[in-house]
């Protein structure tokens, strides 16, 4: 009696304290190595290891190891067990069993069939597995090839069960003030504690001693380490760390981190912090070290267009398909954010990037322009410029935008998104600047679209004086205009120089050309005359409707003539040309053929005609003159003014000049002497006639 009281004290004196038993495990994981086994042989009892052993009942073959398979048989006909069993003082706690079967047999454990791997928990010393079958057959079998065994040590020492630590986390400071955090270590009961912070192992003589849950301070990155003792029994040593979270400053910084790293982003006042663009769980904020997208980031207030931020708040970076986030983690808050509208800044506007600074503004709101436009379909379309292809995805659906057509040229404003290895630009409307402009370039060739475009923007990209007049022609309406503009009303005969000649001078008559002031709406692809007030360096028009179609001309009939006065033609002399004169627009640069019927104007005084010079080239957006060939022209302009078709082009070296030929309606004639047909002609100045 006095024995059995003392083993149930022991007892309760281990529970109190926290003591556990210890576990052991043992595996025979090829059952043809247990004590050498030869083939055929009958093993009816053997040891997994000193203190369990293996056992089968069952007559015949049951128990007789076969190397085929490594496999010891029991069989269903011979109701055969298999039986674990363990020595005086340990318990059985889990066992496993791998086998293979024939004739659908199978284990039994407490009347349940289990398959192989059969693992069942239990709790004594001894267990024991039948043969059965998972059909039909009544003569099943069971070949084992591995056996596992999990039991305690009941006579061991117990051991002194551990310290609870809190669960390791990070922290950081609040604001400028010193940071500092708590965990709390709780001894297990009638358990000492000893813990170390300075990085030193805890045992029963080293490290601050407590009896109770305890909590301590922490203000640095800091490793807890503790251990319990009971008397002369000790636990092992738990350790934990406690991180002081890293905080960095500015969106630069935050975009240089390793992806899923979480700190503390700091935005101080004077980094001017904005937001660009809302949209769902998307906004994008822009300091004055880089941009970033916060991502289904919830703030008090919600961020919208143009607020100024300041303060801080603890979140993760994420490269999301190489586009840079902020992503909410368990401790983000924006407490300690300020965000307000500006007072003195200037509204958050795009940041202007050529072809080679898309890497440099990732989630940055920015405009991309004279982008020419190669593919378009659905919400994306592709777009080039500089040899760098730039994808348009339209995620956000912004206001005035429209899928652009293939051809054009256009400028871009919107979020510079890149996803996977694309360069992608995502169109929004923010603060009047809308997002997708459409550009007629007198450098480049314009592509019409196929049918009208309305509420466009559109970029006049040509330069135009106040001292010159200029042809202008563009693909959209144009309203009030700010300049003077002239139209094209009609051509007469009149004179439109004269020639000097063994010392008289004489006229020369032809079409003149009459223009007259136009106070309207300038048409789509119509070519008028217009000279600014002040230097235009282009024009952007919102709302407008982009026309298809090509650009068109004005033409009038100057009426044929009999010989014109003052000049007295030779028999087989031509009359006074008559035929069609036209004022012809373009809309994108045009090379003139080298011909005596093209005209374009020089400045507001001169005329040139392209037989004068090679390749004349006409830029788009502007236009030309066109007139019967070999004909002179003038352009007679309201308030007297007049651009003649009288061009010097002689060299100050006589010496050196070509031979130089006009007719007598001074016109400059490209073909040689001998290629001419009979007439008169001043060759280098000396009326000759050709017979």
Known sequence: MKKLLTLLLISAFATAVGWANTTVSNTIANIANVNSWTNGTKYVSFSLDANITISCTGGGNSGKYYTSGNEWRLYQTESAKLIVTAADGYLLNSITVTYNVSNTGILVYNNTQISSPATVTVSGQSVEFSVGNSGSATNGQVKVTAISVTYSDESSPATVEEPTLTDEFTFWPEMNEAASAQMTITPASGNTVRYTTNGSTPSRTNGTEITAATTINISSTTTVKAISYVGTQTSQVVSKTYTLGQTVTGISAFKNLANGTTVRLFLPDDYNARTLYVNGK????????????????????????????????????????????????????????????????????????????????????????????????????????????????????????????????????????????????????????????????????????????????????????????????????????????????????????????????????????????????????????????????????????????????????????????????????????????????????????????????????????????????????????????GAGVKLDLPGNEVITAIVDIRPDDISQRETVIYNLLGVRLTRPLSELPPGIYIVNGKKIVKR
């Open 282 to 629: 998307d906004a994008f904020v822009r300091d004055k070290t880089g941009a970033i997208c916060v991502y289904d980031v919830t703030t008090n207030p919600p961020l919208q267009y143009n607020q100024h931020i300041a303060g801080w708040i603890i979140g993760t970076y994420t490269n999301y398909n190489n586009l840079p986030e902020f992503t909410a983690s368990t401790a983000t808050n924006s407490c300690y954010l300020v965000i307000a509208d500006p007072v003195t800044e200037h509204d958050a506007e795009p940041v202007e990037i050529d072809a080679d600074g898309y890497a440099d503004h990732y989630a940055d709101w920015v405009t991309v322009n004279d982008l020419q436009v190669t593919a378009a379909s659905g919400n994306t379309a592709t777009a080039n410029v500089e040899g760098t292809t730039f994808s348009i995805y339209n995620k956000y659906n912004p206001e005035n935008y429209q899928l652009p057509y293939v051809g054009a040229i256009v400028d871009i404003s919107g979020i510079a998104a890149p996803y996977n290895n694309t360069q992608q630009l995502r169109p929004i409307n923010q603060n009047d600047y809308w997002p997708l402009t459409y550009v007629v370039d007198a450098q480049q060739g314009f592509v019409s679209p196929s049918s009208d475009i309305t509420n466009a923007q559109v970029r006049l990209k040509r330069n135009l004086t106040p001292q010159d007049w200029s042809v202008l022609t563009v693909p959209f309406e144009l309203e009030d205009f700010e300049g003077e503009v002239l139209e094209y009303t009609g051509v007469t005969l009149g004179e439109v120089g004269s020639y000097e000649m063994s010392g008289n001078s004489y006229p020369i008559y032809s079409g003149v050309m009459q223009f007259e002031d136009y106070y309207g709406t300038l048409q789509p692809g119509m070519p008028y005359l217009v000279r600014p007030y002040t230097l235009q360096h282009g024009m952007t028009l919102n709302g407008v409707t982009l026309k298809a179609g090509a650009a068109g001309s004005v033409t009038k009939t100057l009426a044929a003539q009999q010989n014109a006065p003052g000049i007295n033609l030779m028999a087989n002399e031509q009359p006074v040309y008559a035929g069609d004169y036209s004022l012809v627009g373009t809309y994108s640069p045009t090379t003139l053929p080298k011909n005596e019927s093209t005209v374009v104007i020089v400045d507001s005084s001169n005329l040139s005609w392209t037989s004068l010079v090679d390749d004349t080239e006409v830029g788009g957006t502007e236009g030309y003159i066109t007139v019967p060939e």
